[in-house]
């Protein structure tokens, strides 16, 4: 063994020993070969306990010790022993026949702790004492910030090789142990919080390159800068990259649609199709067809067989919007293509793959629906893997500007007139609505006022006659009632339809000059003809 050296000598070769790295395992070796010119000693070990304290990590290790496990349990005896004494020297180690090691435990006064303690043979002594040789050890305790609480443990094969002289400097080894595993642990939670920052900038970069591709999409635009906006959209960002079902909830008009345009464009499948489906446009059984296809004579008028919307987004992205309409006996077929990845058209008996990844939206409260029975709870909870919830428009009042102009830019190149510009009054007006239908309301009006300003300044008469009453501009109240969200007799829906069909009364249903008079296109009538659902009895 080393000769001892003084005080000065060996502490000058640790801490040199510790300047190396600040991985304590990297320079372990070199830790001991200082420390031994002090506190002799074969073999060196450093062990943290783990939290319920039943166990013992091995850290590092110093010398030739294949044998010793990585993670050892640590017997009653051994672990009350462990947590009274600072440090404890066993000078008589030894396996007995029976299996159980006989060890004398000291103070470091030298006086014993009584009789001499008997523990179970775990693996690490058995290694020590039988086939190492190990005759004494001095273990002393250390502890770390957090109340980690872990030992340096000095083996030796030579018996009686740690008088309690040899503890006080065996003490100054542990304590540079111990604060080189502190730095060592500050060095790794800074390194992880370095690499949680670059994987939050990288998902900030992600966000911003998507909300600038997709602001050249027209319609399916992503404009906002509010912390509830942007929140949204680094959530989505997170679940882009995964295949989890992400349910999209939120009044109506507050861009679920977009969002899930988003996240298709921020996934694996950003290739692939985005299919979109209205299950609250369509009777039962023309949902089913339209969901899961049908075969040629399926139904009365099934001339031919047709692809239904799982098909047609194979690849890709299947967007249910308004699922909380789905009748009970679709979504128990739905149910089928979230569970087992498998489906059948209408009328057909071959099962076929679906090979999709569905993104839902409601401004329903489904748990509700489920309480009432109304919506089946396994489809619920297959369908709110990821539940991402939207802010109203009234919640983000900082976006409005920069959706409206965002509006006005995109309805002036529609219509081929763009506006000047909103006056300062009609700004005040905007700002104050509380807008029950979201951003869809926004445009919408915006919309109109465009036409009517035929080029000019929009001012307040351009606006709808709802948004200057005051009335309409009272915020509601916080927790006001989603109805809100549902455009009923009086909004800006019911009014944008009454004109319409005054105007084809006028015209004589004839939709060209019907166009004439509202100052829309052809194609911009029979867009809003369609939109609100009016046929020719209407």
């Excluded at 003084?6 to 991985?23: I, M, Y």
């Excluded at 635009?221 to 509830?228: C, E, I, K, L, T």
Aim: proline letters at 5%; glycine letters at 8%.
């Amino acid at each position: 063994m080393p000769k001892r050296a003084d005080s000065s000598d060996f502490l000058a070769g640790l801490l040199h020993a510790l300047a190396e790295s600040l991985d304590v395992r990297e320079i372990f070796a070199r830790i001991s070969e200082a420390a031994a010119r002090a506190v002799p000693h074969d073999f060196l070990m450093l062990g943290v306990w783990s939290e319920d304290r039943q166990r013992v990590r091995l850290m590092a290790l110093s010398g030739d010790l294949p044998g010793i496990p990585g993670d050892v349990p640590v017997p009653e005896a051994m672990r009350r022993a462990l947590m009274e004494h600072e440090s404890i020297v066993t000078n008589d180690l030894v396996l007995k026949p029976g299996g159980t090691v006989f060890r004398c435990l000291m103070r470091v006064d030298g006086e014993t702790t009584g009789r001499p303690v008997e523990v179970a043979a775990e693996p690490l002594w058995k290694e020590l004492a039988t086939r190492r040789g190990i005759r004494s050890f001095l273990r002393i305790a250390i502890r770390l910030r957090g109340g980690v609480f872990g030992g340096v443990l000095f083996c030796s094969t030579a018996p009686d090789a740690y008088p309690p002289e040899q503890v006080a400097r065996a003490r100054q080894i542990a304590d540079c142990v111990a604060l080189a595993l502190a730095h060592q642990r500050l060095a790794e939670e800074e390194q992880r919080s370095a690499e949680a920052r670059a994987r939050a900038a990288r998902l900030e970069q992600r966000v911003r390159w998507l909300t600038e591709e997709l602001e050249a999409h027209g319609r399916h635009r992503v404009v906002g800068r509010s912390a509830a906006w942007r929140d949204v959209l680094e959530q989505a960002g997170k679940v882009a990259g995964a295949e989890a079902t992400v349910l999209l909830t939120g009044e109506s008009g507050t861009g679920k649609e977009v969002v899930a345009r988003f996240i298709h464009r921020a996934s694996a499948r950003a290739e692939g199709p985005f299919v979109a489906i209205n299950c609250a446009a369509l009777p039962e059984q023309l949902l089913e067809s339209e969901l899961f296809g049908h075969e040629k004579g399926a139904f009365t008028g099934a001339m031919t067989a047709r692809a239904g919307t799982v098909e047609q987004a194979a690849g890709g992205v299947l967007f249910l919007d308004e699922v909380g309409e789905m009748s009970p006996a679709v979504q128990a077929k739905f149910l089928r293509v979230l569970q087992e990845r498998e489906y059948q058209r209408l009328g057909g008996t071959r099962t076929m793959k679906a090979d999709v990844r569905v993104l839902a939206a409601t401004n329903r409260d489904l748990k509700s629906a489920v309480a009432r029975g109304s919506f089946r709870e396994d489809l619920y909870y297959r369908l709110a893997v990821f539940e991402l919830g939207l802010p109203a428009l009234r919640e983000r009042p900082e976006d409005l500007p920069l959706l409206a102009e965002a509006f006005l830019e995109e309805i002036g190149r529609d219509v081929g007139r763009p506006a000047a510009g909103l006056a300062p009054e009609a700004r005040a007006i905007l700002a104050a609505h509380a807008w029950p239908g979201n951003v869809r309301e926004l445009r919408n009006a915006l919309e109109r006022a465009v036409i009517l300003c035929e080029g000019g300044m929009i001012t307040p008469r351009h606006l709808p006659i709802g948004l200057t009453s005051p009335s309409a501009s009272a915020a509601p109240a916080a927790g006001a009632s989603a109805s809100l969200a549902d455009p009923g007799p009086g909004t800006l829906e019911a009014a944008e339809r009454d004109m319409i069909l005054k105007a084809l009364a006028r015209a004589g249903n004839n939709k060209s000059k019907a166009a004439r008079l509202l100052g829309l296109t052809r194609a911009q009538l029979r867009s809003r003809i369609d939109r609100h659902g009016i046929t020719a009895e209407d």
